[in-house]
């Protein structure tokens, strides 16, 4: 969609220096400070001028995990690219997969916001296959919001909007064997989080928001 290749244009994405952010956690890796705060914040108005369609689940009483959530779905190639080329090639450049290299994003770019009250339960999230020998492995998730404080104001005459309140909750929490929690990772504006999916998937959870809005932009590396 061109919504968002017209905001990235209008967005630095920098060459960051991978080891100078990376941390990682097993099978989770972090990369803080991937997108400005300013990168960021674009990519929120674009998905809040598209709209945002609810997202629910049948419920863990049928075999899902309990979602709730709004969610954006877009086939993006061009944006797909430039995410890969600002610094997510570098650091996937000696990772191999069943003797395949990561080759770029998955162009279907979904992005997430979740109000306060809306979670998404323990989950497992799936390989897909894309054809042509291609596959996914790795979850992309940056977050959009989160980990700021807004500027402070006296001025009591101006309504309270969720938007511009910090976030408080919405962690991304990882689990392992007897439930144990190996993970908790706080939604802060700006950072990457990739973790591995497919059968070697780690138990995880979207935690309740409490306060504040949470957006999350959403894509998969692909492997061929």
Same mark, same amino acid.
């Given at each position: 969609?061109?919504?968002?290749?017209?905001?990235?244009?209008?967005?630095?994405?920098?060459?960051?220096?991978?080891?100078?952010?990376?941390?990682?956690?097993?099978?989770?890796?972090?990369?803080?400070?991937?997108?400005?705060?300013?990168?960021?914040?674009?990519?929120?108005?674009?998905?809040?001028?598209?709209?945002?369609?609810?997202?629910?689940?049948?419920?863990?009483?049928?075999?899902?995990?309990?979602?709730? &959530? $709004?969610?954006?779905?877009?086939?993006?190639?061009?944006?797909?690219?430039?995410?890969?080329?600002?610094?997510? $090639?570098?650091?996937?450049?000696?990772?191999?997969?069943?003797?395949?290299?990561?080759?770029?994003?998955?162009?279907?770019?979904?992005? %997430?916001?979740?109000?306060?009250?809306?979670?998404?339960?323990?989950?497992?999230?799936?390989?897909?296959?894309?054809?042509?020998?291609?596959?996914?492995? %790795?979850?992309?998730?940056?977050?959009?919001?989160?980990?700021?404080?807004?500027?402070?104001? &006296?001025?009591?005459?101006?309504?309270?909007?969720?938007?511009?309140?910090?976030?408080?909750?919405?962690?991304?929490?990882? %689990?392992?064997?007897?439930?144990?929690?190996?993970?908790?990772?706080?939604?802060?504006?700006?950072?990457?989080?990739?973790?591995?999916?497919? $059968?070697?998937?780690?138990?995880?959870?979207?935690?309740?928001?409490?306060?504040?809005?949470?957006?999350?932009?959403?894509?998969?590396?692909?492997?061929?």
């Amino acid at each position: 969609m061109d919504t968002f290749s017209l905001t990235i244009e209008h967005l630095r994405v920098c060459k960051i220096l991978i080891e100078s952010w990376l941390l990682i956690v097993r099978q989770c890796i972090q990369v803080q400070n991937f997108l400005t705060s300013a990168e960021s914040k674009a990519f929120v108005k674009a998905a809040e001028s598209v709209g945002f369609v609810h997202q629910g689940s049948l419920g863990p009483t049928k075999g899902e995990a309990h979602r709730d &959530n $709004d969610r954006i779905s877009v086939n993006d190639p061009v944006l797909a690219d430039t995410i890969w080329e600002s610094g997510l $090639d570098k650091l996937f450049s000696d990772i191999k997969i069943r003797g395949k290299a990561a080759v770029g994003l998955n162009p279907n770019i979904r992005f %997430y916001r979740y109000k306060v009250g809306q979670r998404f339960g323990r989950h497992i999230d799936e390989s897909n296959d894309l054809g042509d020998g291609k596959r996914t492995h %790795y979850t992309l998730l940056i977050y959009l919001s989160g980990g700021f404080k807004p500027k402070a104001t &006296n001025d009591k005459r101006i309504p309270k909007d969720s938007s511009s309140e910090p976030l408080v909750g919405g962690e991304t929490v990882f %689990y392992g064997s007897r439930n144990t929690v190996v993970a908790e990772v706080p939604p802060t504006e700006g950072m990457a989080l990739l973790h591995i999916h497919g $059968d070697k998937c780690l138990l995880h959870e979207a935690r309740n928001v409490t306060k504040g809005i949470k957006y999350v932009f959403r894509s998969d590396v692909v492997f061929a």
